[in-house]
Structure formats: structure tokens, C-alpha cells
């Protein structure tokens, strides 16, 4: 039982280039998502998810995209990226009200 | 909408002290509050939570929360801090919709630990 996993662990990039984290859960939760976490600021919901086919906005959603076509997992892609997307993110899956953490994702964009 | 403050950015307390750091939440209905730590570059880590009942509640590592409905605070103490405490702190309340399940974070408390 791996819980959440997130890939990959670091990641460069270019303003204007796009990619996709990757969520994996093996706890067959239906509820998943995806945080950023800044200095300062906390962790800020970016998007989220109750199952496959159905997504919703968080706090923070502008210049990130989700879809969810399995339980197991819920990848968050960067469209355009852009300095202000410098962050940590990390993908949560929940049971109930628990929601189990993954290791993060530091992401920095030049 | 729900709405989490921390306001101690920073704490700094001498080994063995006791520790208290505040949360105050906003929330419309009956609220399920968190707290987790993170050690620097490292993960999250669920310390405790509150559903419901009991209003104080229990933790790992020696820590508890008590829940106070009328203050909207949801604060963490530990007895006697050690020096492997030292750690950001972060106060959450979660909520439910139908299309998920989100926590609202609080931006967190820096503890330090002088010995």
C-alpha cells in the first residue's frame, strides 16, 4: 500500500512551457486533490475532485487543468507556465474527512 | 465560505516549556478541524482532528486541541516541548460538497525551540 504518490519530485521549467504532475492514490478513495503551498501563505486549494468525470474549482485555479478518468488518478497540468507558479504542490486523497498527503512536487519556473 | 487564522507567524519557546498556538476558524455549520506539521522540505503530517464530541481532542507526539465553539478557536498545546518539535504548524477546517471534500489552511505557525 504506497498511499498517495506524486511524480516527479522536482521540475524546472520555462515560462511558457507546459506540463502535467502526476496523483496516484491506492486507498480507492473517491475524494482527491490538489494544493500549492507558498511561504507565508499556507496551502491554497487549486482544484479537486469527488470521482472520475467530475472536477471543481478551488481557491486558486487560473493556469491549471484537471480531469479525473480513473479513482486512482488525478494528474494537474500547467498549461503556460509562468513565475508565479513557483511553488510545492501537493495532491491529497481523502477518506471521510482525512485527507492523506502526498510527498510534494517542487516546481520552479524561470 | 470558510476562512482559517494563525496569528502567531512565529514562536520561539525554551525546551521543556509548555506550548499553546492559536487557530480561529470561520465556518457557517459544524466545522472539522485539523492540525498538521511539516518539517522543513518534508511532507504533511496529520497531528489531530476534531469531528465531533469530546471537545478536547488527542494527538500524536503528546499534542492536543481544544475545540471552542464560542471563541471559534481550535488551539494546540503540548506540555513540555523537545527540541524535535520545531516545525511550521498549520491549522485547517475541512469541508464538504458535492463535489469534494477541501481544507482551508491557515498559513501557518513557525515554532522554534531554543535549548
Known amino acids: 500500500n504506497a498511499g498517495v504518490t506524486q511524480t516527479p519530485k522536482f521540475q524546472v521549467l520555462k515560462t511558457g512551457q507546459s506540463m502535467t504532475l502526476q496523483c496516484a492514490q491506492d486507498?480507492?478513495?473517491?475524494?482527491m486533490s490538489w494544493y500549492r503551498q507558498d511561504p507565508g501563505m499556507g496551502l491554497r486549494l487549486i482544484h479537486y475532485s469527488v470521482g472520475a468525470g467530475i472536477t471543481d474549482q478551488g481557491e486558486v485555479p487560473n493556469g491549471y487543468n484537471v480531469s479525473r478518468s480513473t479513482t486512482e488518478d488525478f494528474p494537474l497540468r500547467l498549461l503556460s507556465a509562468a513565475p508565479s507558479q513557483t511553488s510545492v504542490y501537493f495532491c491529497?486523497?481523502?477518506?471521510?474527512?482525512?485527507?492523506?498527503f502526498g510527498p510534494g512536487t517542487r516546481l520552479t519556473v524561470t | 465560505a470558510q476562512s482559517v487564522t494563525q496569528p502567531d507567524i512565529h514562536i520561539t519557546v525554551s525546551e521543556g516549556a509548555s506550548l499553546e498556538l492559536r487557530c480561529n476558524y470561520s465556518?457557517?455549520?459544524?466545522?472539522?478541524l485539523f492540525w498538521y506539521v511539516q518539517s522543513p522540505g518534508q511532507g504533511l503530517q496529520l497531528l489531530l482532528k476534531y469531528f465531533s464530541g469530546d471537545t478536547l481532542v488527542q494527538g500524536i507526539k503528546g499534542f492536543e486541541a481544544e475545540f471552542k465553539r464560542s471563541q471559534s478557536s481550535f488551539n494546540l498545546r503540548k506540555p513540555s516541548v523537545h527540541w524535535s518539535d520545531a516545525a511550521e504548524y498549520f491549522c485547517a477546517v475541512g469541508a464538504r460538497n458535492y463535489y469534494g471534500n477541501k481544507l482551508v489552511f491557515g498559513a501557518g505557525t513557525i515554532l522554534r525551540v531554543k535549548s
Open positions: 491529497a486523497s481523502t477518506d471521510a474527512y482525512e485527507q492523506y
Open positions: 486507498m480507492n478513495h473517491e475524494y
Open positions: 465556518y457557517g455549520a459544524t466545522p472539522y
